[in-house]
């Protein structure tokens, strides 16, 4: 099975600019998530999406958004960018079944602000 | 909330030493427990996993044990190679019906020939 895959790999935003990410699954996972890689504040999550439905928010300001397509890809917007949003934008898959809860990593985005 | 709190880094190893990463969780209920490996330059890639209290997650020699009564899950290795060199996080599930996962802050090992 191919693994996750998220587009672009990088990008070079200017502040004030808005950003979309895309992720593709594993097929068959019905369940995406984000989550936020950065040196200070490491892993954060983000949001997560099932069946094109968000199940569950992290503590994140309302410019990150996203959602869910009948395919089961996911996107993930950031309007206004800050410089504190420069970070790498990780995806993961899970079929998102109860109890089955290992997820599946994309390689990311990195996304630098300046 | 859930967290999870792993041993200040960085650790550096020579190769077939024995490895330990400490990892200790904070929770409701029982969640699954998870380690991660994240190579330079890459996503983040599961390890090894355990669901209820007592089992013994493993892959290619690396072992954890989930312990409910010291809330731990501590990663070992008995022989490290230089190729063992990353970063490895601890992580929990939601025991909810969702996938969320929380992290630890990550430690990187560094082996040296």
């Known amino acids: 099975k191919a693994g996750v895959t998220q587009t672009p790999r990088y990008l070079i935003k200017t502040r004030g600019q808005q950003v979309t990410l895309s992720c593709s699954p594993i097929?068959?996972?019905?369940?995406v998530s984000w989550y936020q890689q950065t040196p200070g504040q490491g892993l954060q999550f983000l949001f997560e999406y099932f069946s094109e439905t968000q199940r569950n928010k992290g503590n994140f300001p309302g410019r990150f958004s996203g959602r869910q397509f009948s395919n089961s890809r996911s996107e993930m917007n950031v309007s206004t960018l800050e410089l504190g949003d420069s970070a790498l934008y990780l995806c993961a898959s899970s079929p998102g079944t109860v109890g089955i809860y290992e997820q599946y990593f994309g390689p990311g985005t990195r996304l630098t602000v300046t | 909330g859930d967290s999870v709190t792993q041993m200040e880094g960085p650790v550096t190893l020579s190769e077939e030493a024995f490895l330990t990463i400490n990892c200790t969780y904070t929770?409701?209920?029982?969640?699954?427990l998870f380690w991660y490996v994240q190579y330079p330059g890459e996503g983040l890639q599961l390890l090894l996993k355990?669901?209820?209290?007592?089992d013994k997650g493993s892959n290619k020699g690396f072992e954890a044990t989930y312990r409910k009564e010291t809330t731990s899950f501590h990663l070992e290795k008995g022989s490290v190679q230089v190729s063992d060199s990353a970063v490895y996080f601890c992580a929990l599930g939601d025991t909810g019906a969702n996938s969320k996962l929380t992290f630890g802050k990550g430690i990187t090992l560094s082996v040296r020939p």
């Open positions: 355990a669901t209820k209290a007592d």
């Open positions: 097929s068959g996972h019905r369940s």
């Open positions: 929770a409701t209920g029982y969640p699954s």
